[in-house]
């Protein structure tokens, strides 16, 4: 909606995917979004289209992690692009930036509904986000497979899996494989980690224990480095946190590691069987508040109610007069 120009059939082509009966006819069978993604954020972008260059935008100075971008808010062009796309409603499907920004639509009177898609499951007011139970059960096969090999070398094995600021993944791959957890809504205490390591690996029979971390988990005394510029959202990519627990680990405990990175293996392929039924319910929901709207706002009897008692604004919450 930022980069489309709308006069260029080329372009329309490029950004614009028409849904209907054929294209949707497997979507239930994969993975990912066949529309694709971006970490575009079209309130703070850092430059405009080309063939929007010369139009007027919004400016301001946007810091973050103490670096400092002059950006641009293109909502009116969104806005704009939905209009001409006889766009009367928009379904934001995603998580913490998909849906901020969807929010930010809502405020500026466009017709919002959000559907919580993010494998971290931190959406608030949701109590489950599409994508979650298949990272979950992912990390729990990975995990489970590298039993074998983490066993017969006798180490510690040390496992990454998404979580910026939310360690909700983490900790449930750690309570159904019965193993430690790092998550960034904690500093833990390193020393008493690795001793518990340490201890659960001499009481294995197998001789190695393990713990997985959230990307952004940390312990105290130590802050997990970050690197290259800031996204669209203002998230700069964090430094591998296995690396630094295992060095801790190696200086603290005199043991050896094992470390593995789960992170995309676990948002791709075939989602199962609890993300595919909450999906599939999840998206009659959301067309749900947009039919009632319709029968309420744009039906005979609201033509019948406006006729009575005269045009007026549309307010949040409303029932027809009676």
Known sequence: MTHVDLEDPVSTAHYIM???RQNTRTVDRTGG????SSRTNPSKMKKTPEFLQGVEFPKSEFTKKGITSTVYDMSSQVLKNLEKLGMEYLIAIGGDDTLSYAATLDKLGYKVVAVPKTMDNDVRNTEYCIGFSTAISRASDAINRQRTTIGSHERI???RVFGRDAGYTSLYTAY???MRCGIPEYKFDVEKMVKLLADDKRNNPSNYSMVVLSEGAEWQGFTLKE???PDGFGHPKKMSVPEAFSEEINRLGQQETLISDLTYDLRGGDPEFPDKWVATTFG?????PIFERQ????GPQFQKAVTKWGKFPEPKTWALPT
């Open 295 to 298: 029968k309420r706002f744009e």
């Open 176 to 178: 159904v494989t019965s």
């Open 157 to 159: 094995g040390v496992f």
């Open 33 to 36: 979004t066949f529309l694709h």
């Open 227 to 229: 690197y290259g510029e």
């Open 284 to 288: 009659p929901m959301a067309f749900d």
């Open 18 to 20: 028409p849904l209907d």
